[in-house]
């Protein structure tokens, strides 16, 4: 059997990829089918020893690698609202860079993938576009509270009350849990009130406005009928 021969080039060689004029670091050697296939800075593909040659040994004219710094404004999970969408709210679940290179000119373009809260619809949009309304690490909050202030409104009936055994009459119960619901309720509406607050300080937004009168229309509400029904 014929004894296997060397590669040519070894991890950390230092290379020209030929075809391109590219120069980069040997990152790993394969042996696939009776010949070596190198890795040239960790990237995907491999290329031959043929396609190859040692920097110390290149004639050719070197092609110097283009480093690009982004800098991202938004991240995954992040809240936005985006121009031309009104008060709707979108998730960031995405994005990416375009390059663009051409002879006298060159640009890069940052393009967000996004999927509406309300129903789950996907959008592109630029960087220009997203109004940043919350980070990822409190977007699933405000979005609870919108959906308490939604259920607020909606709502008719109190809600039903969990029974408890017999320690106390019924009665009493009830009234303990009435006020200790009023409460958290009370303290919910004013964390929505003050979220709107602070947008509509923000961004001037009527719709905001609204919710803030709505709010307070609620709160008005539950002081002065102190929470009960009445028929």
Do not use: C
Not at 86 to 102: A, D, H, N, P, Q
Not at 125 to 152: C, H, N, P, R, W
């Amino acid at each position: 059997m014929d004894k296997k021969k060397k590669p040519k080039f070894k991890i950390g060689d230092t290379v020209v990829i030929t075809m391109y004029g590219t120069v980069g670091k040997i990152t790993d050697v394969k042996w696939l089918d009776g010949k070596y296939l190198y890795e040239v800075n960790n990237s995907e593909g491999l290329y031959v020893e043929a396609g190859l040659q040692l920097l110390s040994e290149y004639k050719g004219k070197i092609v110097e690698q283009e480093q690009i710094d982004i800098e991202y404004k938004f991240f995954f999970g992040d809240l936005v609202q985006v121009s031309g969408y009104g008060s709707e709210l979108f998730k960031v679940v995405g994005f990416r860079t375009e390059i663009w290179r051409y002879k006298e000119d060159a640009w890069e373009d940052v393009v967000y993938e996004l999927s509406r809260v309300r129903d789950g619809e996907w959008l592109e949009a630029s960087e220009e576009e997203l109004t940043l309304v919350a980070d990822a690490e409190s977007a699933d909050t405000f979005i609870q509270k919108l959906g308490l202030l939604y259920m607020i409104n909606k709502q008719q009936n109190p809600i039903k009350l969990p029974k408890l055994q017999n320690i106390l009459r019924k009665s009493e119960v009830e009234e303990m849990e009435r006020k200790k619901e009023q409460k958290e309720l009370i303290d919910s509406l004013l964390d929505i009130y003050n979220d709107y607050r602070i947008l509509y300080e923000m961004f001037h937004d009527q719709e905001y406005y609204q919710v803030m009168r709505v709010v307070l229309r609620k709160l008005a509400s539950i002081t002065n009928n102190d929470g009960k029904s009445h028929v």
